[in-house]
């Protein structure tokens, strides 16, 4: 079976670079966009099976993407996972509308980050990963 692909959007290569390590080590194949247009090309060439987005961007911020995303067919139920180092309070209910299912606060612990995603991805959490997160949708 393939590894499932998950396409990284921060303008931030430490951590790009950083959420690399931790998705590679788990098994997971990651790629990569930089900015907000990049992000949409890069989903729509990728096709990933999940993506890990940044609101504060280049060329748009990240709920330019994820609404743009929500309105291509293809790319609409691809799940997403914000994580962002805004505030959680002053965003989560925006980022909900948008279509986004969880908002993870900058720095994020990695249990508590590879349970997100293996929950978005729906598979089981592994015992070391039990962190806690809201899920949104």
Known sequence: MANKRILIVDDDPDVRQGMHVR??????????????LSGVAE??????????????????????????LKRIPALSVIPIIVVSARDVQANQDRVVKAGASVFLQKPVANAVFLAAIRKELGEPALPEETGTFKLLA
């Open 43 to 68: 989903a729509r060439k990728q096709n990933p099976d999940l993506i890990v987005l940044d609101l504060g961007l280049p060329a748009g911020d990240g709920y330019a993407v994820i609404e743009r």
């Open 23 to 36: 998705l590679k080590a788990s098994g997971y194949d990651t790629f990569f966009a930089s900015d907000a």
